[in-house]
């Protein structure tokens, strides 16, 4: 049963009543609401000439520099801004390290954010052990991942199918199951662990309350689309606005979640690739139960 300790960050930021400017400016009454899906976020891009899946990694200050900046966070009086240097300040990435393209820059150099990070990713390699569970999704040798969506002729149902890595180029995901971020939707089990990528915005929220405080908690609390851990609104301008569960000091992980609420058929079309897959890999499992239907997404089991 999942439990939920609101009392774990002493630091809890809580909605507060009235709408951000940063959302007003971005035109958030007119954004496209989707379900934030709780997972682990993951890019699509080229590397040694072929699209991959890349991880997240925040580039982090040394013991020093975060020495320094907790301090300068800590003296509230100098409102002045701190003053990174990042060729010294931060600890060392992998040579493939990229920063993520929305991150601001000042000559040419990543500027970290809010919390002294700078976000990045680097590319899952095949045999990673570090990824693994990225790269249980991904098969390079086919350019294929497996995905997680609504179903192209039925929105009320879910679909996991093989998708071309190339289809996904230049786009966010998400990844989610069984070991990752405690398993909320209650994904395979230990034995038989079972991953997959989410688009990011997949999911549009269509029951969706106005932007008030009040209507925002009793969507959240009563209603069976409210059973997801937040909502991203994704702005006409590229903004992306989020509102979490806990920050109106509600629970997450749930029991029963929106996401386990609909059925999911497996349509994998594996034919086409006319490819032998290693006997453990999840393409080959889901190959096996190809076009069957389950109730719910924790129903599937992979104990084949």
């Not at 992998?94 to 601001?104: D, G, T, Y």
């Not at 999911?264 to 190809?290: G, R």
Request: charged letters at 25%; hydrophobic letters at 35%.
């Amino acid at each position: 049963e999942p439990k939920c300790d609101l009392k774990k960050n002493p630091f809890k930021v809580l909605a507060t009543e009235t709408l951000s400017e940063k959302a007003l400016d971005a035109d958030v009454y007119n954004a496209v609401a989707t379900e934030k899906v709780d997972g682990t976020c993951c890019y699509v891009t080229n590397y040694k000439g072929q699209p991959y899946l890349w991880a997240r990694l925040d580039r982090k200050p040394n013991k020093q520099a975060d020495k320094r900046f907790k301090k300068f966070l800590h003296s509230k009086e100098n409102a002045k801004e701190f003053h990174w240097n990042t060729e010294e300040d931060f600890k060392p990435v992998p040579e493939c390290w990229i920063p993520a393209k929305e991150i601001e820059k000042q000559n040419g150099k990543p500027v970290p954010d809010e919390n002294g990070h700078i976000p990045g990713w680097v590319p899952v390699e095949k045999n990673s052990k570090q990824y693994c569970w990225h790269s249980s999704v991904v098969s390079y040798e086919f350019g294929i991942a497996l995905v997680l969506r609504h179903h192209p002729d039925d929105p009320g149902v879910l679909e996991i199918s093989a998708v071309p890595l190339s289809e996904l180029l230049e786009q966010t995901l998400e990844l989610i199951g069984t070991n990752i971020n405690g398993n909320p939707y209650g994904l395979g089990s230990k034995k038989y662990p079972l991953h997959f990528l989410t688009p990011h915005g997949a999911f549009q929220v269509r029951n969706l309350p106005t932007l008030k405080h009040n209507d925002l908690l009793s969507w959240f609390e009563g209603c069976r689309e409210g059973q997801i851990e937040g909502i991203v609104w994704h702005c006409g301008d590229g903004c992306l606005i989020k509102v979490h569960r806990h920050h109106l000091g509600l629970c997450w992980p749930l029991p029963d979640t929106y996401m386990n609420s609909k059925p999911v058929i497996i349509n994998m079309n594996l034919d086409k690739y006319d490819c032998a897959f290693d006997h453990q890999s999840l393409f080959n499992k889901f190959s096996k139960i190809d076009k069957q239907k389950f109730d719910r997404l924790k129903d599937i089991t992979l104990d084949i």
